[in-house]
């Protein structure tokens, strides 16, 4: 993902106002519930959404497809395998989620942004599209249906040449569910949608093991036994040819993980006949792509900040883990945290006591299902090593962050982090110039 999203062609007055419409009719769609949770009519939603792929013409099938799952690294190791495959001459689409500053994020051809106007078009033929699915009785097109509608559609009407999918939440429920991979992909998976997905690591594998399809190929990343052990018996029942990355051969790294597990996956694509970069060319295209808000560091006034969009207490531990092997080094810690209800915010702002922070500013993003600060503060002052080192609140997480670089000291450290949200309004305070959706 560039580090700087900006990537909207100018437009007039009318396409602004033709944009903002698209999102207005996108996000009005929006379901209150958390996006992978298992509802009765959950088979509907693939239902409706194979119904609106079939009056756009089927666009899934035109090229082939990568299809990701997983906990942790989903979002990171698509980047990786289409930033790779763009290297290599390939013309890729990529869909993922969540988007950080504004919805065309989520569509990219050659890691690039769909254009406002382009987007605006795309949607007015899907929206045809859903109009006479929800006349035909299948119910009320999603936001989320709605855009992975567009994603394929568009992705076709550029004949892109291979596709990667980033599942919502799940797997065997999810949305995007209803593709025909080439390849599958299942990334690390840990406690995170316990409502939606189940309460232990065995239940949450068996959700994202429903990607595995027959008889094709799936790359699995480093897993937890009990996760593992789930995943490889959903290969054999689907005969499904499994390669999958150990652990021990790797630096305890999430980035190096993420890259085993394109790497692995770029393997597969040559086995079919795709045209994939050599390790070289690979590496050079990884280095040279930024993917925001995933460990961002920044500098102010002296201050080092960290800006990292981990949102389950297993990604919280990494970054945790890998800052705690430079202690010392910034002198005092402040964070910025904040959360979202399907997460278990109060797990995931406990895991930061390692850092001993400082000073604590407690925030709520702007997305609709952020946990009150009121709410996360009150566990966090039950916790006895943040006794009196909570800051007073702030409306924003812009002003909570301004706030944590004020109180800090030159060479000390602030992490803004707890879920994507924070990570994106951190984003844009520290770089006013990010082009952001405008108001729908």
Avoid at 171 to 189: F, K, L, Q
Avoid at 275 to 304: C, D, I, K, M, Y
Avoid at 407 to 418: E, K, Y
Wanted: proline share 8%; with cysteine; hydrophobic share 45%.
């Amino acid at each position: 993902m560039p580090s700087s999203p900006a990537g909207a062609l100018p437009v007039d007055a009318h396409g602004q106002s033709a944009y903002r419409g698209a999102l207005r009719d996108i996000l009005a769609r929006s379901r209150p519930a958390d996006p992978g949770q298992r509802e009765p009519e959950y088979e509907r939603r693939q239902e409706r959404t194979r119904a609106l792929l079939a009056a756009l013409g089927d666009p899934q099938l035109t090229y082939p497809l990568v299809h990701i799952a997983g906990t942790n690294g989903k979002g990171t190791t698509a980047a990786l395998i289409s930033g790779a495959m763009t290297a290599a001459g390939s013309r890729v689409g990529l869909f993922t989620s969540p988007h950080l500053h504004t919805m065309r994020e989520r569509i990219r051809l050659d890691m690039q942004p769909i254009a406002e106007a382009t987007f605006t078009e795309v949607h007015r033929r899907a929206r045809a599209a859903a109009e006479g699915v929800e006349r035909a009785g299948y119910g009320s097109v999603s936001t989320l249906e709605m855009l992975t509608a567009m994603a394929l559609l568009h992705f076709a009407a550029v004949d892109a040449s291979l596709v990667v999918v980033e599942a919502f939440v799940g797997g065997r429920d999810d949305i995007t569910n209803v593709v025909s991979p080439a390849v599958s992909v299942i990334t690390n998976i840990s406690l995170d949608h316990v409502g939606a997905l189940g309460p232990s690591l065995a239940a949450i594998a068996a959700a994202k093991a429903g990607i595995i399809k027959p008889g094709i190929p799936v790359v699995v990343g480093p897993q937890p036994p009990e996760a593992l052990d789930v995943l490889r018996a959903a290969a054999v029942r689907c005969q499904a040819p499994l390669r999958w990355v150990r652990a021990a051969r790797l630096a305890r790294s999430t980035a190096e993980e993420n890259r085993a597990v394109a790497r692995i996956t770029l393997r597969e694509l040559a086995r079919q006949g795709h045209r994939t970069p050599p390790s070289r060319l690979a590496r050079a295209a990884w280095e040279r792509l930024p993917w925001p808000a995933r460990g961002e560091w920044f500098h102010r006034n002296g201050v080092h900040i960290l800006v990292d969009g981990a949102h389950c207490p297993w990604a919280l531990r990494r970054l945790v883990a890998e800052l705690r092997r430079h202690e010392g080094r910034w002198g005092r810690v402040l964070i910025v945290v904040g959360g979202q209800r399907g997460h278990d915010a109060i797990a995931n702002a406990v895991e930061l006591l390692p850092l001993a922070p400082a000073c604590i500013f407690v925030a709520a993003s702007r997305h609709p299902r952020a946990v009150p600060r009121e709410e996360l503060a009150e566990t966090l002052r039950g916790s006895p090593p943040l006794v009196g080192s909570l800051a007073p609140p702030h409306d924003t997480v812009a002003a909570s962050l301004a706030a944590a670089i004020e109180t800090a000291d030159p060479g000390n450290l602030v992490v803004a982090t707890g879920s994507i949200a924070v990570a994106a309004e951190a984003r844009e305070h520290l770089l006013p110039e990010l082009a952001v959706d405008p108001p729908a």
